[in-house]
Nanobody, 111 residues
Framework: VQLVESGGGLVQPGGSLRLSCAAS????????MGWYRQAPGKQRELVASITGGGRTNYADSVKGRFTISRDNAKSTMYLQMNSLQPEDTAVYYC??????WGQGTQVTVSS
């Protein structure tokens, strides 16, 4: 299984970013997937998850601002992040709960 995250960057508070997670080596459409993040000095936390059928769940801290989605035909998962705040600064990872962690993609929210 290989999961490759992309789409991070530097954005001002209130801005938006869209992260992508390209998956290979797995039956993507059957796999529940999640976006996680790890801020400096903090433990990795689950931000949002989505089942193979598209049912979603969000951490309270991002509810109403982030949207998780997936394109099973492309074996790709997305995280649309709006109204970003400095506390959203972290390395963001995708995972199915079984795979090794990838490199992640850095999101920095700063003015």
């Amino acid at each position: 299984v290989q999961l490759v995250e992309s789409g991070g960057g530097l954005v001002q508070p209130g801005g938006s970013l869209r992260l992508s997670c390209a998956a290979s080596g797995m039956i993507f459409r059957l796999s529940a997937m999640g976006w996680y993040r790890q801020a400096p000095g903090k433990q990795r936390e689950l931000v949002a998850s989505i089942t193979g059928g598209g049912r979603t769940n969000y951490a309270d801290s991002v509810k109403g601002r982030f949207t998780i989605s997936r394109d099973n035909a492309k074996s790709t998962m997305y995280l649309q992040m709006n109204s970003l705040q400095p506390e959203d600064t972290a390395v963001y990872y995708c995972n199915d709960g079984l795979a090794d962690w990838g490199q992640g993609t850095q999101v920095t929210v700063s003015s």
